[in-house]
């Protein structure tokens, strides 16, 4: 393997990358870091109109251009018309980041079997599309990297005082959900590894938007070694570290940033 400059390991120029929920919080400021690392970026949302907004609010480095297409992760015959809608735009995917999320509000005390499972098949639709990827990549002879989107509660139990009497707990069906996303990520990794194919997740900590209650988010502070809650730019690095060539040999991992707080 020749050696390569820090700049060109984390360069993305001539790369595709193809993102779930990109219209999100965190999912617009992934897009942003992926489009500036050099990608060409191809946003999904349910509604095509939505990503291509998103789609076309991003800065476009040397030759990339951005784009849009309609996948709803929960149906899989809309995940296989929108992973070839991806490719058809852009010519190729090299890069997935299955950030999507769609769940009830609903926790342990009340969450009904088909809220829990539909919940779960937010891991399914990550699989389907991963599994698109890397049968695309290989077929192409090109190497492919997948990031999944975890969580901290993928890892950790919640703390039930820091949402008592201020809203739902975090949903028992979310931790089932990214424990298994964080799992699954391993598997495929085993799997894909001889393929060129790397499969990693980047688990965030407490990143609430401002729709998130003040009274709870100044309770999760105090379980923060670092005594803050995180920005979604405070994410990017760690993206664009699994996505690039700066991560060939990064696979199979899941990758925190927390502020800390699994480390308690
Ligand atoms: N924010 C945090 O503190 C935090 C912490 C840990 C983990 N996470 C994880 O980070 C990811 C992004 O979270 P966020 O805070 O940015 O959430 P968000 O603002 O609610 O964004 C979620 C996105 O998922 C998309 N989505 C919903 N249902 C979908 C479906 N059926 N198929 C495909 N896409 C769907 C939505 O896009 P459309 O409506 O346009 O389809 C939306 O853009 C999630 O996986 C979440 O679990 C977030």
């Known amino acids: 393997m020749s050696e390569s400059t820090v700049q060109l390991l984390f360069n993305l120029s001539g790369r595709v990358a193809l993102i779930t929920g990109g219209s999100g919080y965190l999912g617009q400021s992934f897009c942003r ?100 990827l890397r049968d695309h990549v290989v077929a192409r002879g090109a190497a492919g990297a997948v990031v999944m989107v975890g969580s901290m ?5 919640s703390y039930p005082d820091a949402y008592d009497g201020v809203c739902m707990a975090s949903p028992v069906q979310y931790h089932a959900l990214k424990g298994g996303i964080i799992h699954m990520t391993r598997h495929l990794a085993v799997y894909w590894g001889k393929d060129g194919v790397r499969v990693n ?23 923060s070694p670092m005594g803050r809650m995180g920005v979604p730019q405070e994410l990017n690095g760690a993206l664009l570290l699994l996505a690039s060539d700066a991560g060939s040999y990064i696979t199979g991992q899941n990758l925190l940033v927390d502020g800390g707080w699994t480390a308690w």
């Open 153 to 157: 509660y993928g890892v950790v139990g």
């Open 33 to 132: 870091a992926l489009a500036e690392a050099g990608a060409t970026v191809v946003v999904a949302s349910r509604l095509q109109s939505r990503a291509q907004r998103v789609a076309d609010g991003l800065p476009c480095v040397g030759t990339a251009k951005h784009f849009g297409v309609e996948l709803d992760q929960l149906d899989e015959a809309s995940v296989a018309a929108g992973f070839t809608a991806a490719v058809n735009a852009a010519g190729a995917v090299d890069i997935l980041i299955n950030n999507g999320q769609q769940g009830h509000a609903l926790d342990l005390t009340n969450v009904t079997a088909d809220a829990f499972s539909s919940d779960l098949k937010n891991a399914t639709g990550y699989f389907l599309l991963a599994r698109h």
């Open 201 to 223: 997740c980047l688990s965030p900590g407490p990143f609430p938007s401002d729709k998130a209650p003040a009274e709870m988010v100044e309770r999760l502070k105090t379980k």
